[in-house]
């Protein structure tokens, strides 16, 4: 039961490095060791990878793992024995340390000559594996080392016998890794190691040990990293001297910045009794002792600063770009054996998952479902679909539909807009269909997507419907998947356990599942060459003596980039253009603006979809000035949930983005633009409710950019993120819409972050579709601590953590458990209350309120403020809390809180309780109306003979019905009226009592 095999961090520090002319440094941290023979100095290497260093995962500040500033220390001492000091004088952390999460760093820590004092210099430095020859090293920590006058240390620091100290308060350490977490400071099991701490004054003790895993490593190290760092940790038990006592701000970790006077009196140590005494502003002194008392190590000083998650939200330490990003597709591991649905089936085989396939099969499902066990029924569409469920037919699991249009003949932009009319079409007949609510819709393209480097072409025909159905998909949630296929017939036999797999879209290449993720770009992207050919694209781009064509230059960001062409890049010759050109609110202001800052600029009325006059104006650029760059931000908005949109709307929203960029891709195409730039948007990557013509037209953008990369021409297609410009179609935005946003962790980008990260996107090589997007990691750590809150495209950006998945009860159906639950055994008028609650509270949360008090439950939804988008994100949120597969035109259909809450209860929990217990009730109510009459209106009865009679006459019928049903004697039998059904009960009071 022994563990033979050597770990890879130790074997690390073990390699054989001698037949390189190399000593082994002896360390895990550190993989050689070798002596200048020009001088007297030292230089130690090393390579540090996660794969090789697992632990080192455990330390990560947001989500960028961090070397921990206890490992530069340690890394000090190991040099310094080597050359004799056995003191850190002084060590300054001066740039963190980041891992990446795939690869390697490697390490230089150079030692240099003693000076007359016997001191030496320490610099460590690091860079990228995989970084060229000649790229710069980053230096990450510079100090001195010394030799100690007096080396030894106190004999007994800490009293072991009088441990913990006497009138030492216990701070709770319970939830503190936590409440960190919470903070977005990550502490994983190899750094949990604080168990207890105490206070006495201002000094902070505490007890601290290795987990078992790490024991093991505790003798290669002086001392271990993750042991020194868990005794820091007791310091963010209290609150920081410096630190505001009114403050509500989060929490935030005091990290190691600069080393004083360090030295360690004993290696190897697995677990530590720590003192930390204050030693100025944000430092302190430490007294290190082992379980015994006796003396581990000592630091004069340590210098802490606070360090927050949102210091390394974008991932600027590890040369990453804070918000640019691109689309990468990952491949997703598979279970084995390979499941054929996400719906199992039946133990045996009674209930198996059905399929079902939509139209021609032209893509062959057929076949590959045949070859992985699965039977499937074919139906021309979805109306046939439906009228065999009526007819008896078991409603399928999983129905495919393959996306194909002929081409007409009549032109790429034809066609676009015929895919995309068929895609909605047939979105909008399976939404409507209420027999098919339980089954998943998946529409399969075949090369709509670049999902590797093997796809060359793009299917710039079907690519739109991605975009149309994403937003689908945020509207009615699991009801639509989207898969794009090879040709490769083992990505066909995969399609099944890639459904299974619950991803909302994925692309199979050669038989296996890849799915789209964003990832950050680095700041220096390709090679050194790579960069020089950017740049020099870039200058031609921008050319003073080249025109530069907007289009859409009247709207907010056209008007906001032509400014910056011109007084950022030089630009000095500007054709705009806009479909009112000088008659659009402001041209005048901008068009006199420019010429005032020294360019060129002209202003035309032009619709660059329609193709003459675009060809007419391209014309019109003079040869001296020859058009170098084209950026094109005009766009259409036009919103509307999926069911309510029409052909008509849907190409209006299509004409500027897909009419009018084939235009200028194809009239430019001679030209050898240097720049040719698509203003897209992220509803079309990441998906927008309310926006699927818009998330079409923006996806036809990007691939058309990808189309003319793999053809050798300029491109590239900003996906922008959500803009704070109030101008244009930014503008339109409200307050609910932009708290919206904020809640799914997209956060609006000024102009100025705007324009530089348009700056960074054109000189990036290689990459045609880039997503400038300003992100709030802390609201997607949140969204990733819910169980499938995280939308999968930020799951490369954000770790989520990994769960057992309970067997048992489906999400929703647990949900619509629990709810009943907790309304079981409830009066009538307190479940119609707690599920009013349950609304309203969802209310305030979709519309931003700030108390249910606002919400009044006769009040109409329309009247609260809610369109069709905050509609929908009610909808979803009620089904989330509900478990129910509620319609999209919920709110509609119920237009006030109250009888939203009445549908809701009649849903969840019909009312169960016995008879008895129910006909109880009504009587209390009815006594209780009884005993609210006042004497006024007790007087107004009396002189009405026939109503008094009228209403005693069907009371004393209500108790002879009663005695009959207890029996022939007119006792009441308590468990006959048990035993009596609903109908049978309420039938008879009718027949006796009538209805007036």
Not at 310 to 320: H, L
Not at 879 to 904: K, Q
Request: net charge negative; glycine share 8%.
């Amino acid at each position: 039961r022994e563990r033979y095999w050597v770990e890879p961090a130790m074997a690390t520090g073990g390699a054989d490095v001698a037949s390189a002319g190399l000593v082994s440094a002896e360390h895990p941290l550190l993989g050689a060791a070798v002596e200048l023979p020009d001088s007297d100095g030292y230089l130690f290497t090393g390579r540090l990878a996660l794969r090789t260093h697992p632990w080192l995962a455990d330390h990560a500040v947001g989500d960028t793992v961090l070397l921990p500033g206890t490992a530069f220390v340690e890394l000090a001492v190991r040099a310094g024995d080597q050359v004799e000091c056995d003191l850190v004088e002084e060590l300054t952390l001066e740039v963190p340390l980041a891992l990446p999460e795939e690869g390697a760093l490697q390490l230089r820590l150079v030692v240099g000559d003693p000076d007359h004092a016997g001191r030496r210099s320490l610099n460590l430095y690091a860079r990228p594996e995989e970084a060229p020859t000649g790229e710069p090293w980053t230096r990450h920590a510079s100090g001195t080392l010394a030799t100690s006058a007096a080396s030894a240390a106190p004999t007994a620091p800490l009293d072991a016998a009088s441990w913990p100290p006497a009138g030492a308060r216990e701070l709770p350490v319970e939830g503190h890794y936590e409440r960190l977490a919470q903070a977005g400071l990550s502490y994983g099991p190899a750094f949990q190691g604080l168990e207890r701490a105490w206070q006495v004054g201002d000094d902070v003790y505490a007890e601290v040990r290795l987990p078992e895993e790490q024991q093991a490593e505790a003798g290669s190290y002086g001392l271990h990293p993750a042991l020194l760092d868990a005794a820091l940790q007791a310091l963010a038990l209290t609150p920081s001297p410096a630190a505001d006592s009114a403050s509500d701000e989060e929490p935030q970790s005091r990290r190691p910045f600069a080393w004083s006077g360090f030295a360690l009196h004993a290696a190897c140590a697995s677990a530590l009794r720590v003192r930390l005494t204050p030693a100025g502003p944000d430092a302190v002194s430490l007294t290190v002792a082992d379980s015994a008392g006796e003396p581990v190590a000592s630091v004069d000083s340590l210098v802490l600063r606070p360090v927050s998650a949102e210091q390394f939200s974008g991932g600027s330490a590890a040369g990453q770009h804070d918000s640019l990003f691109r689309v990468e597709w990952t491949p997703l591991p598979l279970p084995s054996p390979l499941p054929l649905s996400a719906a199992a089936p039946a133990a045996n085989g009674a209930d198996a998952t059905t399929w079902a396939v939509l139209g021609d099969d032209h893509l062959k499902f057929g076949p590959a479902l045949e070859h992985a066990g699965v039977e499937a029924e074919f139906y021309p569409d979805v109306d046939a679909l439906s009228a065999a469920v009526a007819a008896g037919r078991p409603v399928p699991d999983t129905v495919l539909a393959a996306c194909a249009v002929e081409p007409a003949g009549d032109g790429l932009v034809a066609d676009v807009h015929t895919a995309t009319h068929r895609a909605l079409a047939l979105v909008q007949g399976w939404l409507a269909e209420d027999r098919l609510a339980a089954s998943r819709l998946v529409l399969v393209t075949s090369g709509a997507v670049t999902a590797g480097p093997a796809d060359r072409e793009i299917d710039l025909v079907h690519a739109p419907i991605w975009g149309l159905v994403r937003a689908a998909r945020l509207e009615n949630e699991d009801r639509l998947v989207l898969a794009d296929l090879d040709d490769d017939e083992e990505s066909r036999r995969l399609l099944p356990a890639a459904i299974a797999s619950g991803e909302g879209e994925f692309a199979l290449r050669a038989g296996a599942v890849h799915v789209p993720r964003l990832a950050r770009v680095a700041r220096v992207a390709g090679s050194a060459a790579d960069e020089a050919g950017a740049e020099s694209v870039t200058s031609r781009a921008w050319d003073p003596e080249g025109t530069v064509l907007i289009t859409g230059a009247t709207g907010g960001l056209g008007a906001l980039l032509a400014r910056h062409l011109v007084t950022e890049r030089g630009v000095r010759h500007l054709l705009l253009t806009s479909r009112r050109g000088p008659d659009a609110p402001e041209a005048g202001e901008l068009i006199a603006e420019l010429r005032g800052l020294g360019a060129d600029a002209e202003l035309v009325a032009c619709d660059a979809a329609d193709r003459d006059a675009l060809a007419a104006l391209l014309a019109q650029v003079p040869a001296e000035h020859p058009l170098t760059a084209v950026v094109h931000t005009a766009a259409v908005l036009d919103d509307g949930v999926i069911g309510a949109l029409t052909p008509e709307r849907v190409d209006r929203v299509l004409r500027p983005k897909v009419d009018a960029a084939v235009n200028l891709h194809e009239l430019t195409a001679h030209l050898h633009l240097a720049a040719f730039v698509l203003f897209s948007a992220a509803a079309g990557t990441l998906g927008g409710a309310g926006l699927g013509s818009y998330g079409a037209a923006n996806v036809f953008q990007d691939a058309l950019a990808r189309h003319r990369h793999a053809r050798g021409l300029a491109a590239v297609s900003l996906v922008w993120g959500l803009w704070a410009e109030r101008r244009g179609m930014a503008g339109r935005l409200s307050e609910v819409d932009l708290a919206r946003s904020a809640r799914g962790g997209v956060l609006p980008m000024t102009g100025e972050q705007g324009l530089a990260l348009f700056d960074a996107a054109v000189t990036v090589a290689g990459e045609p579709v880039l997503v400038p997007m300003h992100l709030d990691l802390k609201a997607l750590r949140a969204l990733a601590a819910v169980p499938d809150a995280l939308p999968a495209a930020f799951r490369g950006l954000v770790r989520t953590p990994a769960r057992r998945v309970v067997q048992g009860l489906a999400t929703g159906e647990a949900e619509a458990t629990g709810l009943a639950r907790k309304l079981a055994g409830r009066s009538a008028a307190e479940q119609q209350r707690q599920v009013l609650d349950l609304v309203r509270d969802h209310v305030v949360a979709v519309l931003g309120y700030t108390s249910v008090d606002l919400v009044g439950a006769a009040q109409a939804f329309r009247e609260l403020g809610f369109d069709s988008l905050t509609a929908v994100e009610l909808r979803n949120r009620l089904n989330e809390a509900t478990g129910l597969r509620l319609p999209a035109t919920l709110v509609f259909d119920h237009p006030t809180p109250a009888l939203l809450a009445e549908y809701l209860l009649a849903e969840v929990a019909p009312d169960s309780r016995p008879a008895a217990s129910r006909l109880t009730e009504e009587l209390d109510q009815l006594e209780a109306v009884l005993a609210s009459l006042s004497a006024d209106d007790r007087a107004a009865v009396a002189p009405d003979e026939a109503a008094h009679a009228q209403i005693a006459a069907r009371l004393q019928t209500l108790l002879a019905s009663w005695n009959a049903v207890g029996g022939a004697d007119g006792s009441v039998d308590a468990a006959s009226i048990d035993d009596a059904t609903d109908d049978e009960i309420f039938d008879y009071i009718d027949k006796r009592f009538g209805k007036g």
